[in-house]
Structure formats: C-alpha cells, structure tokens
C-alpha cells in the first residue's frame, strides 16, 4: 500500500456538539474603603462596567451570558447531553446509513444511539440529527465514540468514527461523622463541600435511613407552625464553602429491645443530594452506604431511663435504670449498690434480679440520695452473674444536678 496514498474523502460529515446553557459572566472585583488612596475610583470602574449586575456590583456573577468554547467538563451526578448530526455533503443519494453512539467509561460501554436501525437513505444536503442523554455516575475519563456507517449509489460500503474526550469531575466532597449516644441513638454530621468553580443551590440534602432506624433531620428551626432551614431561605453554596448537616437516628421498636441486633448494625443509611446550578442544571449525588464503629456495649449493658434533671440535697429521688442482656446466654444476675463521698443508695444491696435470657431486658427502679450540692455522677452499681462467676462495675452512669432548697436569693 502506497503510504502516500490520499485520505479516503467520505461522502457524510459528522458533527457533534454538547448540549449545555450558557454559563453567568463570573468577574472578581476590586474593592477598597473611602479612606485609602484610589478612593470610589474602583467603586465607580465597577459601576460602569456593563458586565456587573446593577447595585450589587461586588458579587462575583454578572448579568452576561458566556456561551461554552469548548467541550469542557462534566460533574458526578449531572446529565450529559450532545447533539449529534450527519450530514450529505455528497452530490449523490447514500443508503443504509446508521449512526452509533458509545460512552467509553474506565470500567464499561454504554450504548447511548436512541435508535439501532438503519436509515434507507439520505439525499444530498440533508442530515439526520440525534440528542443522546447520559445521566454520569463515574468519576474519571470519558470517551464519547460517534460511528457512521453507509452505503454509497455504486454499492461501496464505507465506515468512520471521532472520538471525543472530557473529563467527569466530583463537585462535592462529603465527610460524615458518627456519634453514638448513651442511648441506641445516633448522629450523624454530614460536612458537605462545593469543590467546583460556582456556586450551587441545594435543593435537597437527605438521608435514607437503613431498614433499622428512623430519621429525624436537625437542619429545621421551628418558629410557630412552620420551619425555617438552618441555611436561611435561599440555600447556596458558594465555591469552596462547607455546610454541616445533622441527623439523628433512633432504632424502630421493632429492633430497639433487641440489644444484640442493634449492638451489630454498622449500616446506616446513604446521603441524597440535589443541586442546582447557575441557570437551573440539576445534578443528583448519592452516596454509597455510610457505615459506622459498631458500639461495644460488652455482656451486659446498663443504661437510664428515668433521671430528673434537678434534686434537691439529701432528699432521695428515684432513677430507673435499665439492664440489657447482650450475650449469648443465660445469665442470673445479683445487684451490688455502694456508696460514693457524694452519692448514697438507698435499698437493699445484694439481691437477686432473676435469669435474664439472652436479649432481654428489665426494668429497675432505685432510689438514691446525694450529699453534695452540684452537678454530681450517679455511680457505685455492681452487677454478678453468678453463674460465670463473673463481676460488672458501672461508674458515671449518668449526671444529676443537687441543689439546696434553703439557699435564700437574698443578700
């Protein structure tokens, strides 16, 4: 073959465009106070610039509409879309013409062609159009690959491709936090970062729970009858900026007594996130299933119910406190109570509490009375089982405040 042999001119054109809006003229302003030396010279630069938005000249977005110079980018969780074309620059009719689209990710092959059939024929200076969409869950390199292949009017079977790269980016970056309360609750932080160039309206920030909790989100300030996000009414997110959401999950009653069950749930639930961009471009993120550090409650746990907030000192006040059987067996339980310098029981100590079968639970009401004024650490339980042979001790198991009833306000 002749290497210097011309390059087969071919009867169709393919043209491909990304479809996207137009983007807000970003400009950075410059700025400086009345006592400095250039005075309102920069105030009124900015003033007369016809790219700035009228009396809020300092913000960054304009009121121009820039159109995309090139193929550009593409975040995680945004639709892409292109507009494909082929078209007749030939003088002759060309048959069976049929158009594919492939997106070549790093792990797989997308077929994206609305249609896989043939066309039968296109006449000169006419064109057959397409727009595919691709809603983009990977982060990396992408390959958009057009195909055409026809038929030309002597029977001549020709075929020809264009390759057209572009980058898929993250535009969030999110850390979560857990923090496993006293109770089976847990919290969780979410620190929600916008990482892309411009700013972002947060639509919806939520957390789908696992089957084994509920939700509560603690993002709402309530005002009467109704709730005001925490953000304020307009929610953006500028470039760079973080945004901390908190939820709060509690086990469903279904598995909130079964202590072992819920002992070993590491699954959480997954974030789901909406935004919109500069000219209402939606984008979608989901994360994948948050996991947590299983807490170590050991054989036995021990938790309080019932507490007031504020006694009175030297007055009993009652707690109820409640013991969990998280092992696998049987256990046969005596209650020891012991005396702290501030804090006194008042019962007898060294009773029986009975079997308690793996997963259950019971009750336990106690009377209890302080010594010391403050806020005191209610301690000094002991649990056997004496079936083991085998000792728990439970120290701060909880804070109560003492105060005294005949501390006069008067001086």
Same mark, same amino acid.
């Given at each position: 073959?002749?290497?210097?042999?011309?390059?087969?001119?071919?009867?169709?054109?393919?043209?491909?465009?990304?479809?996207?809006?137009?983007?807000?003229?970003?400009?950075?302003?410059?700025?400086?106070?009345?006592?400095?030396?250039?005075?309102?010279?920069?105030?009124?630069?900015?003033?007369?610039?016809?790219?700035?938005?009228?009396?809020?000249?300092?913000?960054?977005?304009?009121?121009?509409?820039?159109?995309?110079?090139?193929?550009?980018?593409?975040?995680?969780?945004?639709?892409?879309?292109?507009?494909?074309?082929?078209?007749?620059?030939?003088?002759?009719?060309?048959?069976?013409?049929?158009?594919?689209?492939?997106?070549?990710?790093?792990?797989?092959?997308?077929?994206?062609?609305?249609?896989?059939?043939?066309?039968?024929?296109? %006449? *000169? +200076?006419?064109?057959?159009?397409?727009?595919?969409?691709?809603? @983009?869950?990977? $982060? /990396?390199?992408?390959?958009? #690959?057009?195909?055409?292949?026809?038929?030309?009017?002597?029977?001549?079977?020709?075929?020809?491709?264009?390759?057209?790269?572009?980058?898929?980016?993250?535009?969030?970056?999110?850390?979560?936090?857990?923090?496993?309360?006293?109770?089976?609750?847990?919290?969780?932080?979410?620190?929600?970062?916008?990482?892309?160039?411009?700013?972002?309206?947060?639509?919806?920030?939520?957390?789908?729970?696992?089957?084994?909790?509920?939700?509560?989100?603690?993002?709402?300030?309530?005002?009467?009858?109704?709730?005001?996000?925490?953000?304020?009414?307009?929610?953006?997110?500028?470039?760079?900026?973080?945004?901390?959401?908190?939820?709060?999950?509690?086990? %469903? *009653? +279904?598995?909130?007594?079964?202590?072992?069950?819920?002992?070993? @749930?590491?699954? $959480? /639930?997954?974030?789901?996130? #909406?935004?919109?961009?500069?000219?209402?471009?939606?984008?979608?993120?989901?994360?994948?299933?948050?996991?947590?550090?299983?807490?170590?409650?050991?054989?036995?746990?021990?938790?309080?119910?019932?507490?007031?907030?504020?006694?009175?000192?030297?007055?009993?006040?009652?707690?109820?406190?409640?013991?969990?059987?998280?092992?696998?067996?049987?256990?046969?339980?005596?209650?020891?109570?012991?005396?702290?310098?501030?804090?006194?029981?008042?019962?007898?100590?060294?009773?029986?509490?009975?079997?308690?079968?793996?997963?259950?639970?019971?009750?336990?009401?106690?009377?209890?009375?302080?010594?010391?004024?403050?806020?005191?650490?209610?301690?000094?339980?002991?649990?056997?089982?004496?079936?083991?042979?085998?000792?728990?001790?439970?120290?701060? $198991?909880?804070?109560?405040?003492? #105060?005294?009833?005949?501390?006069?306000?008067?001086?």
């Amino acid at each position: 073959m002749d290497v210097n042999q011309a390059k087969q001119e071919h009867l169709l054109a393919l043209k491909v465009m990304r479809l996207t809006k137009p983007t807000l003229f970003t400009n950075l302003p410059v700025t400086c106070e009345d006592r400095d030396l250039p005075g309102d010279l920069f105030g009124q630069l900015m003033r007369e610039d016809p790219s700035t938005i009228k009396g809020a000249e300092t913000l960054m977005l304009g009121e121009m509409l820039t159109l995309p110079q090139n193929f550009g980018n593409i975040f995680l969780g945004e639709t892409f879309s292109s507009y494909i074309s082929v078209h007749n620059d030939s003088n002759q009719v060309v048959k069976d013409i049929l158009v594919k689209a492939d997106l070549q990710t790093s792990s797989q092959r997308l077929n994206l062609s609305a249609s896989n059939s043939a066309v039968a024929e296109l %006449k *000169p +200076e006419c064109c057959i159009d397409d727009v595919i969409h691709h809603e @983009v869950k990977e $982060i /990396g390199t992408h390959i958009l #690959v057009c195909a055409v292949s026809y038929t030309t009017h002597y029977g001549e079977k020709l075929y020809f491709r264009k390759f057209f790269k572009f980058q898929v980016l993250k535009p969030l970056d999110v850390k979560t936090k857990f923090y496993n309360a006293e109770t089976d609750e847990v919290f969780l932080e979410a620190q929600i970062q916008n990482i892309t160039t411009s700013p972002m309206f947060m639509e919806k920030v939520s957390l789908e729970p696992s089957m084994m909790y509920n939700v509560t989100e603690l993002n709402m300030v309530t005002s009467g009858d109704q709730g005001e996000s925490t953000f304020g009414k307009m929610s953006y997110l500028q470039p760079m900026d973080t945004r901390q959401y908190l939820y709060c999950l509690k086990p %469903k *009653p +279904e598995y909130a007594e079964k202590a072992g069950v819920i002992k070993g @749930v590491t699954v $959480i /639930g997954k974030l789901d996130i #909406v935004w919109k961009t500069n000219l209402g471009e939606r984008g979608r993120l989901q994360t994948s299933q948050l996991q947590r550090m299983a807490p170590g409650y050991g054989d036995i746990r021990l938790s309080l119910e019932m507490i007031p907030d504020t006694v009175n000192l030297e007055e009993p006040f009652d707690i109820i406190c409640k013991i969990t059987n998280c092992s696998e067996r049987t256990m046969d339980l005596v209650l020891e109570m012991c005396n702290t310098r501030s804090i006194h029981w008042c019962g007898i100590s060294g009773r029986q509490l009975g079997k308690l079968s793996p997963g259950g639970f019971l009750s336990l009401p106690l009377t209890v009375l302080s010594s010391v004024q403050g806020l005191q650490s209610i301690s000094g339980l002991r649990l056997t089982d004496t079936f083991l042979k085998r000792t728990y001790e439970y120290d701060d $198991i909880a804070q109560v405040c003492v #105060v005294c009833p005949f501390t006069s306000n008067e001086s």
